[in-house]
């Protein structure tokens, strides 16, 4: 079983910054993609961050210069720091890992639970 697990969610004004991790862990053969989508109310989920691999990284529009995405391979951890939040960030953030289990041919997307954050005015 593979499971990926958010911590770091809450509560903060605007202006104010929070640092979002998720471990994958479980039986995992290889991770391909690594990154962060955001859903909030009445909107569809949204790609905020993701990190391949090779290390190269992209952004929503919206978060570029104010979020960071970091990934630790050897923990099979992937972050998200926060920083100059708004109002409009408020969401739940789901973690998601492209990744592809002993024996399996193909890489599969996997979801973690979700972890609220919201902004304050």
């Known amino acids: ?3 990926l697990v958010e ?3 809450g509560l903060v ?7 979002l991790s998720c471990a994958a862990s479980g039986r995992i053969f290889s ?3 690594m990154g962060w989508y955001r859903q909030a109310p009445g909107k569809q989920r949204e790609l905020v961050a993701a990190v391949i691999s090779g290390g190269s990284t992209n ?7 104010r979020f960071t995405i970091a990934r630790d391979n050897a923990k099979n951890m ?3 720091q926060m920083n100059s939040l708004k109002p409009e960030d408020t969401a739940v953030y789901y973690c998601y890992a492209k990744l592809k289990r002993p024996g399996e041919f193909l890489y599969i997307d996997y979801w973690g639970q979700g972890t ?5 005015s």
Do not use: C, F, H, P
Not at 59 to 64: G, I
């Open 7 to 9: 911590s770091g969610g």
């Open 116 to 120: 609220q954050v919201t902004v304050s």
């Open 31 to 33: 991770i391909n993609n």
């Open 1 to 3: 079983q593979v499971q």
């Open 59 to 65: 952004y929503a529009d919206s978060v570029k210069g």
């Open 13 to 19: 004004q605007a202006g104010g910054s929070l640092r």
């Open 78 to 80: 992937v972050y998200l």
